[in-house]
């Protein structure tokens, strides 16, 4: 038996039989036909293991990478400085593992990350508890849609156009199936969406997001008078965690649940990935909230310990009472994110969020010079939106080829929008140097004169 392929001919025939299915073809009968590949990859066979590693090498070089280029990607996944800190605690064997924390007596170390997790999110979005990590922050923005949904035992779900288009898409996908009426609203990168006139007595909550998808920054308090007159609630999505430690948190603005993404703190881009979800909410609400909640307590003895204090997944309780199937918690990157957080400490995360908005005022400023290049934000804390004289795809592609990462196309998630062609979204954090933000201003002014 292959060491990559464990399953012989007779197991394959004998896991068909049980299940009643003559054939693999057969077991796929529900997939699309023009989603199945017709033929075998085009792939060279039978090469020794330096070839191999030679031609994915020889790929990966095919990619621009953000740490061999001027960089102002975001939209939702930024790069930060990472304290080499981090990577040397997590990969101690005590936490590089993928075993998780059913068993509270050996689990210690584990539980007690978890809390100190937790109580980092909940202080920095300003909430009063909040749970031991989430896939990422468009499943955790689900997840709150549904929460809300549960604690008002309405159905109607109203979403911001200006939340992140992943989030919303994931949202649409995991209430497709629960009943849940989903308005929309449409992105708008100038106006001013009126959220609270769209609230009565049938909705269950708005789905809001600070700083925006275009990268503004918001002022959510009246939504959430609006929606608390109506009985319903407010739910904030956060994909910039770093913003928090300048911007007022959505606790500080009433919002009821937020839900966001982690991967900011310790945690590299990655192409997307890994990362990890923040949820936190209110106390009251605590009931509803999936995932898993890590407590502090004291055995018989007094001693400090931790356990799992709530846990409401169908893998602990029956399904029909569970709020979530999510199964995981993102351990270790929760735990890079807690290390990263706590080396920075509050001042240090003020400090990084001064520099981050620093960063990106220069950068504006600089940008709106050029011309062909308008600045559509009036506020924004590190990334904002350009509306440029030529289709922005076109001139991130070209200075791609001159070794600078200009931004996110807003064309990748509008692609039937023309309005959205010339748009681009760009990010300035604090890796962002001034020789950087000079190649993104000569590209620029080179592309569009």
């Known amino acids: 038996m292959s060491r990559y392929l464990p399953l012989t001919d007779e197991d394959r025939q004998a896991m068909l039989a049980v299940i009643g299915v003559e054939s693999v073809d057969a077991l796929f009968r529900d997939v699309p036909d023009h989603t199945l590949l017709k033929q075998p990859l085009d792939l060279p066979r039978s090469q020794g293991e330096m070839q191999v590693e030679a031609a994915f090498i020889a790929f990966a070089l095919r990619s621009l990478s953000p740490g061999c280029a001027a960089t102002f990607l ?64 468009a499943t955790a923005t689900a997840e709150a849609a549904q929460m809300a949904a549960r604690l008002t035992r309405r159905r109607r779900i109203v979403l911001s156009g200006a939340l992140h288009p992943h989030y919303r898409a994931v949202t649409e996908t995991n209430c497709r199936f629960l009943g849940l009426d989903l308005e929309i609203r449409e992105p708008d990168p100038c106006g001013e969406e009126d959220l609270a006139a769209l609230v009565d007595r049938h909705t269950a909550c708005v789905v809001a997001q600070n700083p925006d998808v275009f990268g503004r920054v918001r002022d959510l308090t009246p939504l959430a008078a609006a929606c608390h007159d109506a009985g319903a609630l407010l739910v904030v999505a956060v994909t910039e965690p770093v913003s928090l430690g300048l911007v007022t948190p959505p606790g500080a603005m009433d919002a009821d649940i937020v839900a966001g993404e982690g991967q900011s703190f310790g945690n590299a881009p990655g192409f997307g990935g890994p990362t990890l979800g923040l949820f936190a909410t209110r106390e009251r609400f605590v009931r509803q909230m999936p995932g898993r909640l890590a407590g502090e307590t004291v055995d018989a003895d007094g001693r400090r310990g931790y356990v799992l204090t709530l846990s ?31 080396l920075l400490g509050e001042q240090g995360l003020e400090r990084l969020a001064a520099l981050n908005h620093a960063a990106a005022v220069r950068l504006a400023d600089d940008l709106a010079a050029i011309p062909g290049v308008e600045v559509l934000n009036e506020t924004f804390f590190n990334e904002f939106t350009l509306r440029l004289s030529r289709p922005a795809a076109d001139v991130v592609r070209e200075l791609a080829g001159r070794g600078v990462l200009a931004g996110v196309p807003m064309s990748r998630f509008y692609p039937d929008d023309p309005a959205m062609a010339p748009l681009l979204l760009v990010a300035a954090t604090e890796m962002n140097t001034p020789k950087d933000m000079e190649r993104l201003a000569a590209g620029l002014g080179e592309a569009l004169a």
């Open 74 to 137: 975001g939209a939702g996944s930024y790069r930060h400085h990472i304290p080499a800190a981090v990577d040397h605690l997590i990969q101690r064997g005590e936490f590089l593992t993928s075993y998780t924390p059913y068993q509270p007596e050996v689990s210690q170390g584990t539980l007690q990350v978890l809390f100190e997790f937790q109580t980092q999110v909940a202080m920095i979005t300003g909430m009063d508890v909040a749970n031991a990590s989430m896939y990422d922050g």
């Open 312 to 342: 409401t997944r169908e893998q602990h309780i029956r399904r029909e009472k569970a709020t979530s199937n999510i199964c995981t918690n993102s351990g270790l990157c929760a735990l890079a994110f807690s290390i990263h957080l706590a």
